[in-house]
């Protein structure tokens, strides 16, 4: 019993006619006849009653009528799936990311992604760059956004948006009164970095940038996200070099103020994945990726 018997079959169930049914399926009269023989002679029970004006169900044709087009609603209904699973519009995404990355562009993508395809379940990780990494190899992500990522063998790094640095200044700070801040206008500042973490990260691109300019650093704290460190700012324990996009934290006492730097000129967003990752979901999302990021 196969899928093609079944549709012949539902078609003589429902034209009680073997002219008529093989019409409405587009076929001869003989290849109908032979398929529902075989049929019965595979059930090994009689499903049509022939009579000279056409064909009625059996007890057991009526039975097998409520099964088949169970089974042929049920065969269109996985079709229809897998159709959509290969081109991307089913299943999960799952997306590493850090907690400034959630202050600007990645959320738009994210919304944008899931408008073009509500079915995809999205699921957000909250991971630093070494977790990402981690996870990408577990296959725990799909997808991970971060800053200054390592060259690795087996994951590749696409830019998505550049940002420019920007200094967060407690409100009454006297660099307020500056329409743009330098490193030297730092030097010797308490200053917060952020993010204590063991890979090269901002903070190390910041005090790489400092001995560079021949500029003083006098660090603060350390901590381990951008949100801690702009807290700290309005507590007034300091200030904080951080991206463009920090300035949607929009904490009461914190102003932001544009960084003058040779060193610190812009800092790349990227997004990191899997080289050998051929699913449809991931592919998908990188090509709104790509598109989107024109106009970033």
């Given at each position: ?112 992604f899931h408008r073009e395809r509500p079915e995809v379940k999205i699921r957000i990780h909250s991971m630093g760059k070494a977790q990402q990494l981690i996870a990408l190899r577990e296959k725990r992500i799909s997808i991970g956004f971060n800053r200054l990522v390592p060259q690795e063998p087996d994951i590749a790094v696409e830019w998505v948006r550049h940002e420019s640095y920007i200094v967060a200044l407690y409100d009454d700070h006297p ?122």
């Amino acid at each position: 019993m196969d899928v093609k018997q079944l549709r012949y079959f539902i078609a003589l169930a429902e034209e009680q006619h073997f002219g008529r049914a093989a019409e409405r399926l587009h076929i001869t009269q003989p290849p109908l006849t032979r398929s529902i023989q075989a049929l019965e002679s595979s059930l090994d029970t009689t499903l049509f009653v022939r009579t000279s004006k056409g064909a009625t169900l059996t007890t057991a044709g009526h039975l097998l009528l409520e099964k088949a087009r169970s089974i042929l609603s049920l065969t269109q209904d996985a079709r229809e799936h897998v159709r959509l699973a290969g081109q991307g519009f089913i299943g999960r995404l799952d997306v590493g990311v850090f907690s400034s990355g959630m202050f600007n562009v990645i959320p738009h993508l994210l919304g944008e992604f899931h408008r073009e395809r509500p079915e995809v379940k999205i699921r957000i990780h909250s991971m630093g760059k070494a977790q990402q990494l981690i996870a990408l190899r577990e296959k725990r992500i799909s997808i991970g956004f971060n800053r200054l990522v390592p060259q690795e063998p087996d994951i590749a790094v696409e830019w998505v948006r550049h940002e420019s640095y920007i200094v967060a200044l407690y409100d009454d700070h006297p660099l307020v009164a500056k329409s743009a801040i330098t490193l030297a206008d730092l030097e010797n500042l308490p200053l917060i970095l952020y993010p204590k973490a063991p890979v090269h990260g901002l903070m190390q691109v910041i005090a790489d940038a400092f001995h560079h300019e021949g500029v003083q650093l006098n660090v603060e704290q350390e901590v381990d996200d951008v949100m801690m460190a702009i807290a700290l700012v309005a507590s007034r324990f300091g200030v904080c070099i951080t991206t463009e996009s920090a300035a949607n934290l929009k904490l009461p006492g914190v102003v932001y103020r544009p960084l003058h730097s040779l060193q610190l000129q812009d800092i790349e967003l990227s997004c990191l994945y899997r080289k050998e990752d051929d699913s449809p979901i991931l592919n998908s999302f990188l090509r709104l990726i790509r598109c989107r990021r024109r106009a970033l």
